[in-house]
């Protein structure tokens, strides 16, 4: 038997930060299905696609090489885990992620990569649509302020964006088309344990879930 841990919730929240960190804890594979929305949209973007033509993004979801290799994301044989963080791959992801052919086609990519191995896996819809049969499901909240706070922070540090109000505004806008799309809206399932990380730091929210895990598994691991 394999294990599975979920880990959705809105941007910023430390997903995967957090997924990244229990993964090495447990020696486990860690899957940031987020990177490959990103890497989707970063091609879409590339190659002048409009955002309405979907079924032009369905065929690039679908004829495109994602591969996961530790914290980085290869597109087409290329390392792409940079150029994914950007601001405008920000703001056009959820335009991509709400179609539903793309999401068939990654959810079965993801699937693919998880099988056969114990993963913590992070990004939207896992618990409710992805890993359904998780033995862990967690969701990760915090304020919008917080989380905006946190994601400046993090870009600032790597040269990627200097504007606080408008990666304000980009997260905003993503959880709200997150959350009220019709295709596996980010939600979480009556099993989840939701955990607001607005006043915990990295180290303690990588514990609780630790113990949890740890606790779950019954000296397993
Ligand atoms: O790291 P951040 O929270 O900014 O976002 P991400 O995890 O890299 O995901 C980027 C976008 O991909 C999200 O805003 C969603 O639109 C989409 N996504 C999704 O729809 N389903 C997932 N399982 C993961 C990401
Ligand atoms: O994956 P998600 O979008 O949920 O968040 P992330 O990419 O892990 O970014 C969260 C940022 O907040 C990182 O820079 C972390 O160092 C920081 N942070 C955190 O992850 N958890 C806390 N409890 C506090 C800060």
Do not use: C, W
Request: proline share 2%; aromatic share 6%; no cysteine.
């Amino acid at each position: 038997m394999t294990i599975k841990i979920a880990i959705d919730g809105p941007a910023g929240a430390g997903k995967s930060t957090v997924a990244k960190k229990l993964a090495n804890l447990l020696n486990f594979t860690y899957i940031d299905t987020g990177a490959m929305y990103r890497a989707i949209t970063y091609k879409v973007i590339k190659e002048g696609i409009d955002l309405k033509e979907e079924d032009k993004i369905a065929e690039i979801a679908k004829n495109s090489s994602i591969t996961l290799e530790g914290e980085k994301i290869f597109l087409d044989g290329k390392d792409v885990s940079y150029e994914i963080r950007r601001p405008e791959v920000s703001e056009k992801v959820s335009y991509v992620s709400k179609i539903k052919k793309v999401r068939e086609i990654l959810v079965e990519k993801q699937r693919a990569i998880a099988e056969g191995k114990n993963v913590v896996m992070d990004g939207r819809d896992i618990a409710t649509v992805v890993l359904p049969d998780a033995q862990f499901k967690f969701f990760l909240t915090a304020s919008l302020a917080e989380r905006a706070k946190r994601r400046y922070n993090e870009l600032k540090s790597k040269n990627l964006q200097i504007d606080y109000l408008k990666v304000l505004e980009d997260i905003k806008n993503r959880d709200k088309m997150d959350s009220q799309r019709k295709e596996s809206p980010l939600k979480h399932t009556d099993e989840s344990i939701v955990i607001d990380t607005t006043y915990l730091s990295e180290q303690q929210v990588l514990d609780k879930l630790y113990n949890i895990v740890k606790e779950g598994l019954k000296g397993d691991i």
